[in-house]
C-alpha cells in the first residue's frame, strides 16, 4: 500500500534549501519536505520505492496529479 510520500525538488523544510528530496505525507496530507541532503537514506528508500512502483506499470507520482 502506497504511504502518500514521494520524491520532488522543492524547499526543505530542514535546512531551507531548494533541493531533491522526498515529500512526507500523514493521513493523505503533506506535513513535511526533508531533502536527500538532510536525510539521504530516506531518500534513497523512497526512489527505490517509486521505481519499483513504476518498474510494476504504476503511474510516476506526477502523472496522477
Known amino acids: 500500500m502506497n504511504d502518500g510520500n514521494y520524491t520532488t525538488t522543492t524547499k526543505c523544510d530542514e535546512c531551507g534549501t531548494k533541493a531533491h528530496g522526498?515529500?512526507?505525507h500523514q493521513a493523505g496530507a503533506p506535513v513535511m519536505f526533508i531533502c536527500k541532503n538532510c536525510d539521504?537514506?530516506?531518500f534513497e528508500?523512497?526512489?527505490?520505492?517509486d521505481i519499483d512502483e513504476w518498474l510494476g506499470g504504476g503511474e510516476p507520482f506526477a502523472a496522477r496529479m
Not at 528508500?45 to 520505492?49: D, E, G, H, T
Open 22 to 24: 522526498v515529500m512526507l
Open 40 to 42: 539521504g537514506k530516506m
Open 45 to 49: 528508500r523512497q526512489a527505490r520505492k
